[in-house]
């Protein structure tokens, strides 16, 4: 009961972070703002740049708001976690090639702070293997689970 308590939370309190994150992106920042800090990486060349810029605040707000409502859960974690798994390998392509830079992630312009970033990441992998364990440990029906 009290695992399930703490999940509900740390569900709640991570889908809205990435609600709010993909809505920043989309509703404040601007998507030509998004797509010029995800230029800036230069991982990938245009007009790459414009449909990553433009899809992934969708997929943050998406999977955010079903983790948040409990609404397929498990995909939604996988999602986050992909999410988790592009941004963290952005940023450590930044940082291996000493780029200064912002980070896009909410409309600033200060560079990047690696170490920072880099705990921030942690955190995200250590919450949703958390969420993963405790929606496993509920033995709910949901997404990518096989009926009994």
């Given at each position: 009961m009290k695992t399930q308590a703490i999940a509900l939370c740390a569900r709640v309190l991570l889908g809205l972070w990435f609600v709010y994150s993909g809505g920043f992106k989309l509703f404040s920042s601007g998507l030509d703002r998004f797509t010029a800090d995800i230029a800036n990486y230069k991982l990938v060349a245009s007009p790459w740049d414009a449909i990553a810029a433009y899809s992934v605040p969708?997929?943050?707000?998406?999977?955010?708001?079903?983790?948040?409502?409990?609404?397929?859960?498990?995909?939604?974690?996988?999602?986050l976690s992909g999410?988790?798994?592009?941004?963290?390998?952005?940023?450590?392509?930044?940082?291996?090639?000493?780029?200064?830079?912002?980070?896009?992630?909410?409309?600033?312009?200060?560079?990047?702070?690696?170490?920072?970033?880099a705990a921030e990441f942690t955190g995200y992998f250590v919450l949703l293997a958390g969420l993963w364990w405790a929606d496993h440990q509920s033995g709910s029906e949901g997404f990518l689970r096989d009926p009994q």
């Open positions: 969708w997929l943050e707000l998406i999977a955010g708001a079903c983790l948040m409502l409990g609404i397929l859960r498990r995909g939604a974690i996988l999602t999410l988790v798994v592009v941004f963290a390998t952005a940023i450590s392509w930044a940082w291996f090639h000493g780029l200064d830079i912002s980070c896009g992630c909410h409309g600033g312009d200060a560079p990047i702070h690696y170490w920072n970033k």
